[in-house]
């Protein structure tokens, strides 16, 4: 059962680990304006668009600054100590 439950951790951290770092390479392409056909481009809106798009609503734009991709990010992180930790703690690990 332990060999079980660090397979999932470690495959819950790299789930986070990999949707982290698209939100972050989708906030920098932000800042260039890339062309919205470009199937990077696609499949990073598609990948990061339901976590991003509810707080987008949520929290306003400061100073014209969408603030929505830091709280994703915070989120992530919280989400991966917690979650790899309860899973690791399910397991007796």
Not at 35 to 62: A, K, S
């Amino acid at each position: 059962m332990n060999s079980i439950s660090i397979e999932m951790a470690r495959l819950t951290d790299l789930v986070l680990t990999l949707l982290f770092w698209a939100i972050l390479i989708r906030a920098i392409l932000s800042w260039v304006q890339p062309d919205p056909r470009n199937p990077i481009v696609h499949f990073l809106d598609r990948v990061t668009g339901p976590i991003l798009y509810p707080l987008q609503r949520i929290i306003p734009p400061l100073g014209g600054m969408d603030l929505s991709p830091l709280v994703a990010l915070l989120l992530i992180e919280l989400l991966k100590g917690l979650l790899v930790n309860a899973i690791l703690n399910l397991g007796g690990v």
